[in-house]
């Protein structure tokens, strides 16, 4: 085919398209926070990262995340495990019903939750009795950011295991082994990489999460803002400097995290290779 | 079979997927130590009546017994089975070893007489030297090796294999049909294996029971399925298989029910070049030779009578035969099928002749 040919017009054109696309909208920006996050020196900029409402926002911000990893992974591999080795009715259900978070405006998902837990709720007097506080408070932000990264997990290893199928399970349930003993020497080694492929992208969306924890938060400088929402309330204050060394943090967080993406992208392909 | 020396025996099984009737009041009943094959066209049912032997699948009605005991309520585990799943289902993120040892760690074996076993069965199945390597890192020949050692290696009463050639290459699979066996037979160990090619079935089976529509058709030796079939559908899978509806018009079978029909196989009919045979000659037919298909270690040639578009088979030795050619066709016998009932007719000319002699 004309187009594969690796030379010609074309694939300059495409190659120029690309690179000034990525560079307007993508680099520019990025060392631009940069360069506004130093401009008043690198002094202004450490002492900005290293303010006390800062460090709260991005200890709030991981503790959110941890979270949202740890209670995602449990329930994604519980539902792309029931979804690809069982036969029941309302299995389509289920499965549509989990894709719900990334199809739902953010907004719309913190405003669930505040119409769940409010004071409007019928829950909120139980809650209330045992003193637990949701919305405005450290568990709604929690909350929240499980919502919105609810699906990574379970979507990255639905194709895994219904390309497995259920035979290898099969056979070692056969040979007498427990539902643990499958999981752990049968099922684990075969989802590893999706798994951990699941868990970066779940934490690149958790620690970026705004919407939804915009509206569960309420904004109380040191207690409840996480790592975005203190970034926009800088930025709200004029604040340009705070704001981009905050932001500075969250990008260096999205390097790493897209870096280890890489890495995992990597190795599960080699050991893709070896195992096919 | 006789009824006390049957090991895994079905009783009246029935079993629904949803609206789909997949068995029909099966009845089984397999001998110990025999090599049994489960033969039937793809959604016949063969491979559901396999997987609730395994225990892998439960019956809605009727009794699976193993030994004399009901297992309907027994796990497979604990039913003393070997199965050999048709895309063998190795463990691919385990190397051959552990693969052939998960049966016995899983039952904590000690690791000393896990290697001893590993070791003995690596033997067994010609693959020594290969217990570090992945199941991708083998061939597909290999591979049905050593799933056929996983599924031995905990010592399993009965060994079900789900289409065990399926997945290999023509050549390979001719040669792993014979070592399957040999292998089987070496053991004595009950076996039931799962096929829906017939040349296989018959090539490897000491008994094939045949199945269709989720009912079992018949059972028996390759031979007796081969001679006599039971029903119109075992006549038409079983051997190669040529429907006539006009088959009085054929000489020396004249007569001929309403509503039957026949059918006819290569073997039965024998093709002469004008002159070439005397015995045949008097009450042989005359065809006109439309086809030749050379079959590497013979030939068949189709050839038309009465409307009917005849396949027989010649030797590369016997005289050439042109397309177009008129020849002498004899038909031995033929399956005469009325309604559900078969019986076999043989050429009356056979009957005259032996009179005369």
């Known amino acids: 085919m004309e187009l594969r040919k690796n030379s010609g017009p074309l694939k300059w054109c495409m190659i120029t398209l690309v690179v000034v696309f990525l560079t307007m909208f993508l680099l520019l920006p990025l060392v631009y926070i940069v360069i506004t996050a130093l401009s008043k020196g690198i002094d202004t900029y450490i002492s900005s990262i290293t303010d006390v409402y800062a460090v709260k926002a991005a200890w709030l911000t991981i503790q959110a995340t941890l979270w949202a990893v740890l209670v995602n992974t449990i329930f994604g591999i519980a539902a792309a495990w029931c979804l690809t080795k069982f036969a029941f009715k309302g299995k389509k259900i289920i499965s549509t019903f989990i894709d719900l978070p990334v199809t739902v405006s953010p907004i719309i998902a913190g405003l669930i939750y505040v119409l769940t837990f409010g004071r409007q709720s019928f829950l909120y007097p139980i809650l209330d009795g045992w003193g637990i506080q949701i919305i405005f408070a450290v568990p709604g932000i929690i909350l929240a950011t499980i919502f919105v990264t609810f699906p990574f997990i379970s979507r990255e290893l639905i194709p895994v295991l219904t390309a497995q199928g259920t035979d290898e399970e099969e056979a070692a349930a056969l040979m007498g082994a427990g539902t643990f003993t499958i999981f752990r020497k049968v099922t684990l080694p075969h989802i590893k990489w999706a798994l951990l492929y699941g868990i970066v992208l779940c934490t690149a969306r958790a620690m970026g999460e705004f919407g939804a924890v915009s509206v569960l938060s309420g904004h109380l400088r040191g207690k409840t803002n996480t790592l975005p929402l203190y970034i926009e309330l800088l930025y709200q204050g004029y604040d340009f400097t705070g704001a981009f060394a905050a932001s500075s943090i969250l990008v260096i967080l999205a390097v790493v995290v897209l870096v280890l993406r890489l890495l995992l992208e990597h190795r599960g392909q080699k050991e893709l290779d070896i195992h096919k | ?357």
């Not at chain 2, 016995?104 to 290969?130: A, F, H, Q």
């Not at chain 2, 991708?136 to 010592?155: E, I, K």
Request: hydrophobic fraction near 40%; charged fraction near 25%; glycine fraction near 8%.
């Open chain 2, 1 to 357: 079979m006789s009824e006390n020396t049957s090991y895994v025996e079905l009783r009246h099984i029935n079993k629904h997927y949803g609206d789909f009737h997949a068995s029909k009041d099966i009845n089984i009943r397999i001998p110990k130590g025999k090599l049994v094959a489960l033969l039937g066209p793809s959604g016949s049912g063969k491979t559901t009546i396999l997987r609730m032997i395994a225990g892998l699948e439960h019956p809605d009605s009727g009794e699976i017994l193993i030994d004399g005991k009901v297992v309907n309520d027994v796990p497979g585990s604990d039913r003393g089975i070997g199965f050999v799943f048709q895309s063998y289902a190795l463990f691919r993120y385990m190397t051959v070893y552990d693969n052939i040892a998960f049966g016995l760690r899983v039952k904590k074996t000690p690791e000393r007489e896990i290697k001893e076993r590993v070791s003995e069965l690596m033997k067994l199945i010609g693959c020594e030297g290969l217990e570090k390597r992945y199941p991708s890192q083998l061939s597909g020949g290999q591979r049905q090796r050593v799933a056929f050692a996983r599924a031995l290696a905990p010592n399993p009463q009965i060994l079900l294999l789900d289409e065990p050639f399926a997945a290999i290459d023509a050549k390979v699979r001719l040669e792993l049909r014979t070592w399957l066996r040999d292998m089987i037979t070496r053991i004595g160990i009950t076996s039931i294996f799962v096929t829906h090619d017939q040349n296989e079935a018959i090539e490897v089976a000491d008994e094939i029971i045949v199945t269709n529509l989720g009912r079992v058709e018949q059972t028996g030796t390759p031979s007796e399925l081969y001679t006599d079939p039971a029903t119109p559908f075992v006549v038409r899978f079983i051997g190669n298989s040529i429907p006539v509806k006009n088959y009085d018009r054929f000489q020396y079978f004249e007569e001929r029910g309403k509503e039957s029909a026949a059918i006819l196989r290569p073997e039965f009919i024998s093709i002469f070049k004008k002159g070439e045979n005397v015995q045949y000659s008097k009450s042989a037919e005359e065809g006109v030779v439309e086809d030749i298909i050379f079959r590497g270690s013979n030939l068949e040639i189709r050839v038309r009578l009465h409307g009917n578009l005849l396949s027989a088979i010649r030797s590369i030795n016997d005289p050439d035969i042109q397309v177009g050619e008129t020849v002498d066709v004899f038909i031995h016998r033929l399956f005469v099928i009325d309604g559900e009932k078969v019986t076999m007719k043989y050429n009356q000319s056979l009957r005259e002749e032996s009179v005369i002699i």
